[in-house]
């Protein structure tokens, strides 16, 4: 293809008309002839330019730019094998003595530490959002996660004049609502990290912030979607998404209706799931079909916030947030669960399968308060209220056989249950810094949280036993239980605590940090247990498990942390060290008051520990930046009431739980190592990023369980310690992205590594459990100047299992996905897009195929959308999943959704000032 | 006296000076905006070159400033901790580390009995401002010297030894010499702290005994001086008894011939760049609203440093609240030009003299360090222009990029 092989290039200078001297950073911009942009980049100090691989015989518009000079243009056309030379001179505007450009000026500059990014430059389509702008950006990557990164740096809080957009944290809200016809600029620069109040400030302290500063025009608006859909099987959808802004407050209201297994119990999701983004069409807002069972959800929602300041930095926060969302689902689910279970001498194999339908309803409101007046101080005040009702239903048959298939016994239950419950929390956090009296640096939080439950369970156990009947039983039981709770957290972090203690004494550079840690937690239960006496007709009091109890439990740990970091900075980066030593002592007291009097215990516990760390970050300016911490803490776990006196109830025939009071404290030692690297080279077209997080802990006298497996298949399981137990992983990814003018190529890879080694009894002899898994994942994306976007993606899992007990089987189960996705955004406002699914399981005999496809039509001036969804369009889909565990593994089948077609109309709603998105003001 | 009459004094005081001179006054209309552009070659003429002499392990970095001593030339790396010499004719003299004193120490040259000076703070100890202002008020305690260390360097000695020696008061309350025996301070700050509310932004001492004081504020609970540490700032002339004197927070330039003080210039800024008249008066209630306030008003004007002036020109640099700007006024045309919109041309090898900083003012001359790659790139790309004479053994040498030069100039005059 040597027509595209050929390209031309293109070399100049700009001077001032005047003097003739040399124009350093001059914006110089190569368009094609419908003048979108096409290249650009800003004079070197000598005043040059040089651009290369530009198209050859085609009519190209270069235009050059500097504050307070008029706009240059001119037509070239490149012939091939030789290089075009361009000398731009620029002349003062006269018209203009401050300065103001006339023209849409350069697309990114420094302003001071600031990079600014001025949307006018970048000629999009008139209806384009923030997201698609900052594409087309060099240097700025959306990853698919919705991660932006900046010469691979990870922008860590999007704002708009200053403040979260409409109160949210999620930076899509703003990104792919607001038109880029609203935006005057966009910002990027460093801002401290107010989590760091009090301490010394590191390099790694610094948050990337990216702030949309919106056009004065544009300071009050409003957007969102209204959709609804209907299809085949009854399948339907409705969405509903309302924001309405102005410089100091803003609303919203959400909600949404459908049978499709999608989420919208969050009102914050449903704003982020109904966003206008026109790029790239949500492929994920759509029916869920790898969720348990067929879902019927319901939600609504408003949200209110309000800005007692009408400052427009990230500084001054004063600023009340209210939301409030009722929301439900009626669950249907039909389960299948297949178990290779674990015995010495009868292998078992378990088959489980139930119908289960669940009601919940419930409600929520948020209050979160904010205030803030510098970056040394900060208020946060969080209130939460829910209440929720449960009404569920179930039905279980349960066969277990031996190894030549015969049936050893059956259990039959069914279960009826309705809990009502409500909580409300309060969070308070308080951070004050003052360089000028360090004394009386510190960081409070306070975490309360009430909670009252109550509940009323029926439940009928039919047990068989073919090996040996007289263990057969029949139980009708009914459970009601009423639970009030109370806890109260809170940290004082005393930042302060050197200068208090020592004055002006340095400690050598020290940093000491006084922590006070402190927990009280209260608990009473109220449980009546009732059999079914049929005589009667009615239920009898069963004393064995009928209970009250309260317990109460109070925590207090001081920690002294020591941190010393050594750095250095340079003119071409900065590398350091920072050394953590932390000492707690651990008091903890409790009490259990019960009716049983077995269970009336108090104790009281202490615990002294150590915990360290050592981390290394190193920068070279504009090339990479590198971290690395190694990490080593202890823990400390006493065993609970519940495991040292468990009330043995024996309806779960399979699963019968008894304690042990002999139970000894366990103590798990963790080592911790995380990695990180990413390249910040501006210059690059390649941006790669790599994380590697790994985990190594021992537990010394772990809980485990003592099995007793009876021939019919019964099985107890006593509480019991262990040596010791060992738990490795290691999780890993790696990113890079290839920017390739308009297109660019997106490689992510990610997986992880996840190795046990524990013990356990069965039927009274020592095993040795070990289970390994695997999963890793790679994805490739392609996108085409927005128009084509093609994802590849891989992935695959593997679970073994293998255990140290002669004539114990090992087992492995294993499944792996490769999905194809493929959007296309045609000009004509219609954009289709599809994804495969090919599923394979170990389990399964033939692998399964989910094939997704959607058209969707922008309709009424960019403002409505009519959408056709065909769901599964093969009918192939099953849910299917694979777990492993010291006692084998298990593979689960359960209802969800399969093929249907779905039609949906949305209607977006936009304005902007006093322009409707996508028609700019003349 | 209430802080209100206190407040109004200080006005009158700012204000009639200004007022008093005004025959003399020249006011200079400064427009931040301004995008005027022109070429170097107006401005600086009297180019020459100072290659200085390679040597293994010695790199000075860009942003290195030159500082003369009386024999030397001086490079500083902060980053480092290295100061390295130089003759003024370009050889290379000596290297010293500064490394193994610590952290916290800034070199100084101490013309009165040339040497280098490093004062800093004790590693043993961490001070607040409040701290240091408390020890200031107590400096004749001798229990207050352990907070701060200071070392010399004697340049009258080759062997450029580092040496500890005791601070004394001068060190503690940052007097500078002025000429013969006459030492100013030009601190300004307010505290509770203080048990008189009379302060002077600019004091005169001989040797350790205060002589005059002047622009009387009150020490206490000045409203434009609350929460913030302030410094009037003197620029040297090549003449030691006549100076440049300029004032936190106002636009009047003075000139100082030995102790008497004259407003010269008076800068006059658009509206939207001038101090509020509520600045003056409506005291910040914490240090949060001030910080805001600088934040939030970055294009505020501040204070005026670095003045240079000969018969065509002035320079002059403005610090707004959070930028910092370079003109330069042009006398005949009586218009004031951004420092950054004047750009380097061929006639000068496209080096970029006149920038916002990293020039250094010694006597009428102006010095810059830049490095080789500049001058290489240039004759590399204009190979029709003679490279000049005191280059030509240099560049013949084919040194790194990174190889020093210094450059000498003068603005035209």
């Known amino acids: 293809m040597p027509a595209f092989s050929q390209t031309g290039k293109l070399t100049g200078t700009v001077k001032d008309s005047a003097s003739r001297a040399v124009l350093e950073r001059a914006t110089i911009s190569v368009l094609r002839a419908d003048s979108t942009v096409m290249a650009y980049q800003m004079a070197d100090k000598n005043g040059r330019f040089q651009f290369t691989q530009l198209p050859l015989k085609k009519k190209l518009l270069v235009s050059a730019t500097y504050a307070g000079y008029n706009v240059f243009y001119s037509t070239i056309e490149l012939q091939g094998g030789k290089t075009d030379t361009l000398e731009v001179i620029l002349t003062l505007d006269n018209h203009d003595s401050l300065g103001v450009v006339v023209s849409s000026g350069p697309p990114v500059r420094m302003n001071g530490d600031t990079l600014e990014i001025n949307p006018a430059a970048f000629k999009t389509k008139p209806d384009a959002v923030v997201e698609e702008l900052l594409n087309q950006v060099s240097g700025i990557t959306i990853w698919s996660d919705g991660t932006i990164t900046v010469n691979g740096k990870e922008v860590n809080s999007v704002l708009v004049d200053g403040k979260p957009f409409m109160g949210s944290s999620d930076p899509r809200i703003a990104t792919q609502n607001l038109p880029k016809s609203a935006i005057d600029k966009i910002q990027l620069y460093q801002e401290f990290d107010r989590s760091k109040i009090g301490q010394p400030v590191q390099p790694r302290d610094s948050l990337l912030t990216m702030n949309i500063k919106l056009k004065e025009t544009s300071k009050k608006g409003f957007f969102g979607k209204a959709g609804a859909g209907y299809g085949t099987s009854s399948r339907f959808e409705s969405d509903l998404s309302f924001q309405v802004y102005n410089k100091k407050s803003s609303a919203g209201v959400g909600g949404g209706f459908n049978n499709i297994n999608k989420n919208i119990g969050s009102l914050q999701e449903m704003f982020q799931n109904n966003t206008y983004r026109n790029m790239n069409p949500n492929l994920y807002n759509t029916g869920r079909f790898g969720g348990n069972g067929i879902n019927r959800n319901y939600s609504g929602g408003i949200s209110l916030v309000h800005n007692f300041t009408e400052s427009a930095n990230s500084r001054q926060n004063n600023r009340a947030v209210v939301n409030y969302t009722r929301s439900g689902t009626d669950l249907n689910l039909t389960d299948l669960n297949l178990q290779n279970r674990t015995t010495t001498s009868n292998p078992q194999f378990i088959r489980d399968e139930g119908v289960q339908s669940n009601q919940q309803n419930r409600q929520d409101l948020g209050i979160n308060y904010n205030k803030t007046n510098t970056y040394n101080d900060n208020l946060n005040l969080v209130t939460n209220f829910s209440t929720s009702t449960d009404d569920g239903q179930s039905n279980r048959n349960t066969e277990v056989r031996d190894a030549s298939d015969q049936l050893l016994s059956t259990n039959a239950t069914t279960s009826r249950q309705h809990r009502t419950s409500s909580n409300e929390s309060l969070n308070l956090s308080l951070a004050k810094g003052n360089s000028d009296e360090p004394a009386k640096n510190f960081f409070l939080q306070l975490n309360t949280r009430a909670g009252n439950s109550r509940s009323e369970r029926y439940v009928t156990s039919h047990f068989n036993s073919l090996t040996d009947p007289a263990q057969n039983t029949d139980i009708n039981r009914r459970y009601n239980n009423s639970n009030q709770s109370l806890n109260i957290t809170g940290t004082l972090d005393y930042t302060g605590f050197k200068r208090m203690l020592l004055g002006r004494y340095n400690l050598f550079g020290i940093f000491l940090n006084f922590t006070n840690w402190f927990s009280y937690d209260r608990n009473s239960d109220n449980t009546a247990v009732g059999d079914y006496e049929s005589s009667t007709a009615s239920y009898i009091r069963n004393s064995s498990l009928s209970n009250n109890n309260k317990r109460e439990k109070a925590e207090y740990t001081p920690s002294l942390s020591l941190s010393k970091f050594f750095y250095k900075y340079r003119e071409s980066g900065y590398h350091g060290i920072q050394l953590n030593l932390k000492l707690s002592d651990e008091l903890k007291s409790e009490k259990n008051q019960s009716s049983f009097t077995q269970r009336n215990l108090n104790r009281t516990f202490q615990f002294f520990h150590y915990d360290g760390s050592l981390s290394y970050q190193q920068q070279k300016k504009e090339k990479y930046r590198y971290f690395g911490s190694l990490n080593y803490f202890r823990n400390f776990e006493y065993p609970t009431v519940d495991r040292l006196y468990s009330l043995v109830d024996s309806i779960n025939v399979y699963d019968i739980r008894i304690g042990n009071p002999d139970l000894k404290n366990s103590i798990t030692q963790t080592l911790n190592t995380n990695m990180n690297f990413n390249t910040q080279n501006p210059k690059s077209k390649f941006l790669i990023s790599a994380n590697l997080n790994g985990n190594y802990s021992v537990t010394s006298d772990p809980v485990t369980d003592s099995i007793i497996n009876e021939l019919s298949g019964k099985r107890s399981n006593y509480y019991i310690n262990a040596d010791r137990t060992e738990n490795r992983s290691l999780n890993y990814n790696f990113n890079m992205s290839r920017k390739m003018k308009k297109s660019e190529l997106l490689l992510m890879y990610s997986g992880n590594l996840r190795n046990t080694r524990s013990s356990n009894y069965i039927d009274a002899l020592r095993n040795t459990s070990k289970t390994f898994g695997i999963s890793n994942q790679i994805t490739l994306q392609y996108s085409m100047n927005t128009a084509l976007i093609i994802t590849l993606q891989q992935s695959f899992q593997n679970n073994k299992s293998r255990f140290s007990l002669p004539g114990l089987k090992s087992f492995s189960n294993n499944g792996s996905t490769t999905r194809l996705g493929i959007v296309l955004n045609l000009p004509a406002n219609i954009s289709i897009s599809s994804t495969a699914d090919r599923v394979i399981n170990s389990n399964v005999k033939k692998p399964i195929v989910l094939w997704n496809t959607f058209m969707s039509c922008r309709v009424m001036k960019q403002q409505g959308e009519i959408k056709f969804s065909a769901m599964d369009l093969l009918k192939q889909y099953q849910n299917i999943s694979n777990s492993v565990s010291a006692y084998g593994t298990s593979t689960r089948i359960t209802n969800g959704l399969q093929q249907y077609f779905l039609l949906t109309f949305s209607y977006f709603p936009r304005k902007f000032g006093n322009t409707a998105a996508g028609k700019p003001k003349k | ?413």
């Not at chain 2, 006011?27 to 600086?44: C, L, M, R, T, W």
């Not at chain 2, 800034?106 to 701290?131: H, K, M, Q, W």
């Not at chain 2, 048990?195 to 002589?211: A, C, T, V």
């Not at chain 2, 407003?263 to 008066?281: D, G, T």
């Open chain 2, 1 to 413: 006296m209430n802080v209100r009459h206190c407040c109004f004094l200080m006005v009158c005081c700012c204000l009639i000076p200004a007022l008093s001179g005004s025959a003399q006054v020249q006011k200079i209309y400064v427009k931040p905006k301004e995008a005027g552009i022109e070429k170097q070659s107006k401005f600086v003429d009297s180019i020459r070159f100072i290659p200085l002499e390679i040597k293994k392990d010695i790199e000075i970095p860009s942003f290195s400033s030159v500082e003369f001593t009386r024999n030397y030339m001086m490079f500083s790396d902060p980053e480092d901790k290295v100061i390295v010499l130089y003759s003024k004719a370009g050889a290379f003299a000596g290297k010293i580390s500064y490394k193994k004193i610590g952290d916290s120490f800034e070199s100084s040259y101490d013309e009165v009995n040339d040497r280098i000076v490093f004062f800093g703070d004790n590693n043993n100890y961490a001070l607040t401002p409040r701290d240091r202002l408390k020890i200031l008020l107590n400096r004749n305690d001798p229990r207050n010297l352990k907070y701060f260390r200071k070392y010399e360097v004697d340049l009258s000695d080759n062997s450029f030894t580092l040496r500890k020696n005791a601070p004394d008061e001068k060190d503690l309350t940052h007097a500078m010499h002025l000429y013969d025996d006459i030492w100013y301070k030009g601190d300004i700050t307010t505290s509770s702290l203080f048990k008189d509310s009379l302060g002077h932004e600019f004091r005169l001492y001989r040797n350790d005994r205060f002589l005059k004081g002047y622009f009387a504020y009150h020490h206490i609970s000045e409203p434009r001086f609350l929460y913030t540490d302030e410094e009037v700032n003197i620029t040297r002339t090549g003449d030691p008894f006549v100076n440049f004197l300029t004032r936190p927070f106002c636009d009047t330039v003075y000139k100082m011939f030995r102790d008497s003080l004259f407003p010269v210039y008076r800068l006059v800024l658009p509206l939207e760049n001038s101090l509020p008249a509520s600045f003056f008066i409506k005291p910040f209630k914490n240090k949060a609203e001030r910080e805001n306030y600088t934040r939030n008003n970055g294009w505020i004007f501040h204070q005026v440093y670095n003045i240079y002036e000969n018969d065509r020109f002035i320079t002059f640099d403005i610090e707004y609240l959070t930028r910092l700007e370079s003109y330069i006024y042009q006398k005949e045309s009586k218009t004031v030009l951004n420092i950054k919109n004047i750009k380097p041309d061929s006639s000068q090898y496209n080096l970029k003299l006149l920038a916002n900083n990293g020039s250094q003012l010694q006597g009428d001359h102006f010095y810059r360090l830049l490095h080789a790659e500049d001058l290489l790139s240039f004759f590399e790309a204009n190979k029709n222009i003679p490279i000049p004479d005191d280059l030509k053994d240099f560049l013949a040498g084919k040194p790194d990029a990174e190889a020093p030069v210094v450059i000498e100039y003068k603005l035209k005059n």
